[in-house]
């Protein structure tokens, strides 16, 4: 690989995404109509900006780390997604302009998805979104919804031309769009977030150790990533990870690393190299014009190491022992922090209770898209999904966007399918920047930003 990158894990949230439903429509309402199911095909699907945008950062990607005949097979990758269409495309768009190959994409089910939705209540039992601040009363004494009002006015931003199809004028956007991103704090909280990003944060510091270490991590079975390990071993451990996720995937782990809450743009990174020299670098691409210029400080060495990250997240209270371990405290009541840690000692039986499924399994959250890109052409990927006897039987949901390999709860698949992209030669427009604020790496002052996160509105 270039720049004497050994190993290179990236973060990414989707791109551009439509509506998440019809709140705040004006009625009757055929554009918005239109735009989300004529011309992007429903309710939280990428749009072709988004799949511009995963273009535009595969190229970079391939440009940064990737030398001619480096990628000569696809056990070069490892690609990990959330099984929601946007993450799916937005990896298979990002794959398109990343390689020359054809990349399996692996996913697990919705309610199994420790590692990249450890937060959502489907997944953890008592981590259900807590939309009890969501209700808010504006000054004339309407109550609002806040967490599906916000969520259309962050679209809204990244499309103004579907501005004036909203309900919502001026000053009433300015002040729902505040307060459904003030509203995420007490669901960032250490209590929830200790489990939430306890999954990623302890397989990104399993990978990178091992790979510090010299062995081989795709192939042991004690991992927080369930389509791991392959049902045939590899020659060599992948080199380039890929994980396509959410908004809030990221925000749990910057917050678990001591870092202020910045919501990620569309298709805005964290990305994790370590080189030859097992020197660990930590970016996070929220600006997708200026990619890989903002650096996370992870400690005050010249060169630090995965044993660095490893104690933040520590220190944080997200590392864990097992994604086993995690199961367990997940299917408990909700815990006292005393009770959580007995079950990492293991000094507690677990209670196991029956999962409750949410209505929506989306986490309405701050988007600070400011652009609009204007793309009028449609997304054309099509998928193939060819199901086993296991997966008919149980009625799993079908795999989508790009060649996926579902891996259902109890044993893994072995299936193959096609991915179809949508080429294009067109720039995407980026998103402005959202400035970072730096952390003062003191022991006191980390501590207190672990215990009481910030969020920067913008």
């Not at 259900?128 to 601040?133: G, I, K, L, M, Y």
Request: glycine share 4%; proline share 5%.
């Amino acid at each position: 690989m270039k720049n004497n990158i050994v190993t290179v894990i990236s973060l990414f949230r989707h791109g551009d995404r439509t509506f998440l439903s019809n709140t705040g429509w004006s009625q009757p309402n055929t554009t918005l109509v239109d735009w989300t199911f004529d011309e992007n095909s429903g309710y939280g699907q990428l749009t072709q900006d988004g799949i511009e945008q995963h273009h535009h950062v595969g190229r970079k990607m391939r440009e940064r780390y990737i030398n001619d005949g480096d990628d000569k097979n696809h056990h070069f990758f490892h690609v990990r997604t959330t099984d929601y269409d946007r993450t799916q495309q937005s990896v298979g768009a990002q794959l398109r302009t990343l390689t020359n190959l054809t990349i399996p994409i692996h996913t697990v089910e919705n309610s199994e998805e420790h590692l990249l939705r450890g937060m959502a209540g489907s997944v953890c039992h008592h981590l259900h979104w807590d939309h009890s601040n969501s209700e808010k009363t504006y000054k004339d004494g309407t109550v609002y919804d806040v967490s599906s009002a916000g969520d259309q006015i962050g679209v809204t931003n990244a499309h103004p031309n579907l501005k004036p199809y909203l309900e919502y004028n001026d000053d009433l956007r300015e002040w729902l769009y505040y307060e459904y991103k003030a509203a995420l704090i007490p669901n960032l909280s250490r209590e929830r977030n200790h489990l939430g990003a306890g999954a990623l944060a302890s397989e990104i510091v399993r990978i990178l150790r091992t790979v510090t270490q010299g062995g081989k991590w795709s192939d042991d079975k004690n991992n927080f990533d369930e389509s791991l390990p392959r049902p045939y071993p590899i020659p060599e451990d992948p080199k380039m990870v890929l994980y396509s996720a959410h908004d809030t995937t990221i925000d749990y782990l910057r917050v678990a690393m001591g870092l202020p809450i910045i919501p990620p743009t569309y298709a805005a990174q964290l990305v994790f190299e370590i080189d030859n020299n097992h020197c660990l670098t930590v970016w996070f691409n929220n600006d997708l014009e200026k990619m890989f210029t903002d650096k996370v400080k992870i400690c005050d060495k010249d060169c630090c190491s995965y044993a660095d990250l490893e104690k933040m997240f520590e220190d944080y209270g997200a590392m864990w022992l097992s994604l086993h371990q995690i199961k367990e405290a997940c299917a408990v009541p909700p815990p006292t922090s005393s009770k959580v840690e007995s079950i990492k000692n293991n000094t507690t039986p677990s209670v196991t209770l029956k999962t409750e499924s949410l209505h929506k399994e989306d986490i309405l959250h701050a988007l600070l898209a400011k652009d609009t890109i204007g793309l009028k052409q449609k997304q054309h990927s099509k998928i193939h999904h060819v199901p086993t006897k296991e997966e008919a039987t149980v009625g799993k949901k079908r795999a989508t966007a790009g060649q996926i390999h579902h891996v259902p709860t109890n044993r893994k698949s072995e299936q193959h399918s096609k991915i179809h992209h949508v080429p294009t030669t067109k720039n995407p427009k980026l998103y402005e920047k959202v400035d970072n604020i730096p952390i003062d790496r003191k022991e006191e002052a980390a501590a207190e930003a672990r215990k009481n996160p910030k969020i920067i509105i913008a």
